[in-house]
């Protein structure tokens, strides 16, 4: 059984490496969403400002303008939007993660494009796409 003495150790650890954490990571320190061009902007501790387009996100595609606006920042690391019951990790998104694994897979390969919508439309004349040979 660990004493009180090796609790109060690990603590004190776990303290220091979160005082090490904010101040070698940069933070979000401000958000907010620009209706003209449909982003969120995030504002970092070391001056960098990150902005996406809100409809990547998982849980702000369809949002009105007004719910979107409402975003909090949480830790310095997580954004909030209370309305819509969304939270989204700033590092995620700075990696291009705009929300979980099955809400990214879904959305891969969704891209439109006259090219793609063609080369479709001609496979679909040759009967669909070809079968897998093992």
Do not use: C
């Not at 004493?3 to 940069?26: C, F, L, M, N």
């Not at 954004?79 to 969304?86: G, I, P, Q, T």
């Not at 439309?121 to 009967?127: A, Q, S």
């Amino acid at each position: 059984m660990r004493s009180d003495h090796d609790i109060e150790k690990q603590i004190d650890a776990a303290y220091e490496r979160g005082r090490i954490r904010r101040e070698t990571v940069p933070q979000a320190v401000a958000a907010g969403y620009d209706a003209a061009s449909g982003r969120v902007t995030i504002e970092l501790s070391n001056g960098v400002r990150f902005e996406f387009p809100a409809a990547l996100a998982q849980g702000l595609e369809g949002a009105m303008a007004e719910q979107l606006a409402q975003v909090e920042i949480m830790g310095g690391y997580g954004l909030h939007w209370e309305a819509l019951d969304v939270d989204l990790l700033v590092p995620e998104l700075m990696a291009g993660l705009f929300g979980s694994r099955a809400y990214m897979a879904a959305r891969a390969g969704r891209q439109v494009s006259p090219a793609k919508a063609a080369a479709a439309r001609r496979n679909g004349t040759k009967g669909g796409r070809p079968r897998k040979v093992a």
